[in-house]
């Protein structure tokens, strides 16, 4: 099962900067998530929220901004004085310093303009695919994903359960092979759930969960066979999943 550090290391280092990428790197961490949005200027930038209120305690909504604007703001002193400086990276500045046998699971934030803005950045690296997933909540986006690149391996999203949890993950199954999409992203409220549906209704899916924070909801993802653990504390879950095991 493979450790992938939710937009980079963030439960120690700012969410989705260089900082928290490196971070998992150096924590040993399968991969990364990372969250992309367009910038004004079509750039394909790390950002999870619409707008920088959260993080630089500024209403501006990203989309509104060119790169230049967005340089300007400091997204990583809101997570203490040691991060200060960090800037809002590019998906090519990140991709450059993955190692090539790291997984990189990319969310798409916005629409088919950002879908090209990473077409362009990937079409001038040279880059080992297998290790890239791209993810949305959105049928028709990640439908599109896989109309314009066969090979480009998909996950559907799902957020939390509603009121029929059981017939929710059955739809959401059958909307997966619908776009054709590679895998399941679970939230992790989904575990109770997914224990009542045997493992072979969704066999043909790579089943990833997010954010598993907690060590016993770790071990139960593991036990059930997840693929992927998604995590703001790599090396605290890794560790306890080895511990776990011996």
């Keep these: 099962m493979k450790i992938i550090a939710h937009r980079g290391a963030s439960g120690e280092a700012p969410e989705n900067t260089l900082a928290s990428i490196n971070l998992a790197w150096e924590l040993n961490a399968d991969g990364v998530e990372i969250d992309l949005r367009l910038s004004a200027d079509h750039y ?3 950002f999870h929220d619409t707008d920088l209120q959260r993080i630089a305690d500024v209403k ?14 400091d997204v990583g002193q809101w997570k203490g004085p040691k991060w200060e400086g960090e800037k809002i990276p590019t998906l090519d500045t990140v991709l450059s310093v993955t190692p090539n046998d790291r997984i990189i699971l990319i969310e798409l934030k916005d629409g088919l303009d950002l879908l090209t803005s990473i077409e362009r950045t990937i079409s001038s690296m040279s880059l080992n695919m297998s290790n890239l997933w791209f993810m949305s909540f959105d049928l028709s986006t990640l439908e599109q994903i896989k109309l314009r690149h066969s090979s480009w391996q998909t996950l559907l999203l799902v957020d939390n359960p509603k009121s029929d949890p059981l017939k929710e993950v059955s739809c959401k199954i059958v909307d997966a092979q619908d776009v054709h999409a590679d895998g399941l992203g679970l939230a992790n409220s989904w575990f109770g759930t997914l224990q009542l549906i045997p493992r072979q209704n969704y066999s043909q899916f790579l089943l990833s969960t997010w954010t598993v924070n907690d060590i016993v909801d770790a071990q139960n993802w593991a036990s059930l066979g997840a693929d992927m653990i998604t995590t703001d504390f790599p090396e605290q879950i890794a560790n306890s999943l080895k511990f776990h095991a011996s």
């Design 44 to 46: 394909p930038v790390l």
């Design 60 to 73: 501006l909504p990203i989309c509104q901004q060119t790169m230049e604007e967005l340089n300007q703001y």
